[in-house]
């Protein structure tokens, strides 16, 4: 199928009804909604923090927020929707409906995610199947995958040690291919593959590993909610978001919706024992966890009136009603008892927390912009960041940046996304792609001169990422400032290759041990023969690297014959100069 045919099946509900004519409410400038919730967890620790308990798995939510006429009938604006669906396509992705779950579990399409806004938004695209046919496995994909830069395998229950956290950063997937059927899925597929600069090279450590990526390479091209994904908000703390009201919306009645839809809380009424098929009923029945399914999506919403007069604080505490469980529709059943109302779960997935409106799980209103003459003065300046040279710790990186003003105030609100770059550290950046990038918390706002502290979690071990950071004015976005920060390894990750440097430094986890082993990974990327060394390389270096290990002396030697392709690389890695 053509990339013209693919873009012409998607087709958007009509919101001609709420968006044509000028606005009657007299707008001069900008007007802002802003709202408010704070995600609840199962378990919390004695302190009464929360805490991930492997006998209770907490995930995190999925949530989306949107804007519809008061009576239903008109869709006007999806405000936000969190990475898993808007951008990682949990929602339209090959293998069953009811497949196991785990920290960012790779497979098993999960259309009772949002079904309220997904149906109610009205966009369709192609439906993904497994590219070998086999939807009803969650292994033995090998021959028909490629590189995965965020989901893991299917993890051992041992290995789970947090909602977050992948035990191999060499995991790859099947993408998946359209189905052959021609079924169509009211979830968008992935839209994070945006890099296909580097080739897929066979990993060391498996032959026979596959490069296969399907029809991934048009999922970017289908996917329309990347632009406003957003990070799943934190346990322990409010999350609050703004929407800026178009100007060309007509003053009326609306109602601003909150759907939020979660695993792992199933009570009676809904329960789901998760499939695995009689073979790897044998052999994968470590893998993930069963009873995966939970309740039903809930929905929390406040109507509003848009005139020219600003809105008042409000909230609310109950949620207005629930989804389908299935997901097939979009119908919404008013609550009932058989939605839990306890901490995390059904209803409770909202915690209350008091705001200007009272008491609530919701809050909404309006906040006041800057006086701006937006034909005077444009967007605020990009905000400078500061990010320290080298490899940081871990999966996780920090930099700091400088608040800007908007027209001598505060900005509305900052947008942090990041994105894995390619192999080569001296090839640039694509910033064409900043919109389909992973969204990350936004910074707090605070007053223009401030430096803020930021740290990117979950990030992937040993991979190089471009971070950008834009702040919104009351005249729109300023452009994005660009980043580059490099993750190190961690002691849960297998390194695969540069034995000899490992027996030579005496830990895997030395930084010498990984600028090599980055080295090599970038030359296998870019140069056949490269890969081919690699290959024998694995084959031949373990018996060598048992030798040199037994002898001081000669581990000693090849220190001296490696430091200096070490400071080459770390010289490239730094920017600075070679000693």
Avoid at 275 to 304: A, C, H, K
Wanted: net charge negative; hydrophobic share 40%.
């Amino acid at each position: 199928m053509t990339t013209a045919g693919l873009r012409g099946i998607i087709f958007v509900a009509a919101v001609a009804g709420a968006m044509t004519g000028r606005s009657t409410w007299a707008a001069t400038g900008c007007r802002t909604l802003q709202y408010s919730f704070e995600p609840d967890c199962f378990v919390r620790d004695a302190t009464g923090r929360c805490q991930f308990d492997l006998g209770h798995p907490d995930f995190g939510p999925q949530i989306a927020v949107w804007v519809e006429a008061a009576d239903g009938s008109t869709f006007v604006d999806t405000v936000m929707v969190t990475n898993a669906v808007a951008l990682y396509g949990i929602g339209n992705r090959p293998g069953r409906w009811d497949f196991r779950s785990g920290p960012r579990y790779g497979y098993g399409r999960r259309p009772m995610a949002l079904p309220v806004w997904a149906h109610r938004r009205g966009v369709l695209y192609p439906s993904l199947v497994m590219n070998d046919g086999f939807d009803d496995s969650i292994g033995a994909h090998a021959e028909v995958s490629s590189p995965e830069p965020h989901f893991c395998r299917p993890m051992l229950q041992t290995e789970i040690v947090d909602a977050i956290t992948c035990a191999s950063g060499l995991f790859r997937s099947a993408k998946g291919i359209f189905d052959p059927a021609g079924s169509m899925s009211y979830y968008p597929p992935r839209g994070d593959l945006i890099d296909w600069a580097d080739l897929c090279v066979p990993l060391v450590s498996a032959a026979g590993t596959a490069c296969d990526y399907g029809d991934a390479r048009q999922f970017g091209l289908l996917n329309d909610t990347d632009a406003i994904a957003a990070a799943t908000p934190r346990y322990d703390q409010g999350f609050t978001g703004t929407w800026a009201i178009p100007s060309t919306l007509a003053g009326g009645d609306y109602a601003f919706m909150v759907e939020v839809g979660k695993e792992f809380d199933a009570n009676a009424p809904y329960m789901h024992s998760s499939y695995l098929s009689p073979y790897e009923t044998v052999y994968y029945s470590q893998y993930g966890f069963d009873d995966n399914v939970g309740q039903p999506s809930v929905v929390y919403r406040i109507p509003f009136h848009l005139s020219a007069t600003p809105l008042a604080a409000t909230a609310t505490s109950v949620a207005w009603g629930y989804g389908d469980w299935t997901g097939d529709s979009g119908a919404l059943s008013p609550m009932d008892a058989t939605i839990s109302v306890d901490p995390g779960s059904g209803e409770g997935r909202l915690r209350a927390s008091d705001g200007p409106g009272g008491s609530g799980r919701l809050h909404l209103g309006e906040v006041a912009c800057a006086p701006r003459d937006c034909a005077q003065g444009g967007p605020p300046e990009q905000p400078p960041i500061d990010a320290p040279p080298g490899i940081q710790p871990g999966t996780s990186a920090r930099f700091s940046f400088k608040q800007v003003s908007d027209g001598g105030g505060r900005v509305i609100a900052y947008e942090l996304r990041y994105a894995p770059v390619g192999s080569s550290f001296l090839q640039p950046v694509d910033e064409s792609g900043f919109a389909r990038w992973t969204p990350a918390d936004a910074p707090p706002v605070a007053t223009p001169g401030t430096v803020t502290e930021v740290t990117l979690d979950s990030l992937g071990p040993d991979t190089d990422y471009a971070v950008g950071l834009r702040a919104r004015g009351a005249c729109g976005w300023s452009n994005p400032t660009f980043a580059r920060v490099i993750t190190g390894s961690v002691a849960y990750k297998r390194l695969s290759g540069c034995v000899i440097a490992t027996a030579a430094y005496g830990s895997d986890l030395a930084p010498e041990v990984a600028l090599l082993r980055r080295a090599r990974d970038r030359a296998a990327a870019r140069f056949g023969v490269a890969r081919l060394a690699a290959v024998l390389y694995g084959e031949t270096a373990p018996p060598l690297a048992a030798l040199v290990g037994r002898s001081e002396v000669a581990r000693e030697a090849v220190r001296g014959l490696l430091r200096p392709l070490v400071a080459v690389n770390r010289a490239i890695l730094t920017g600075s100069p070679v000693r």
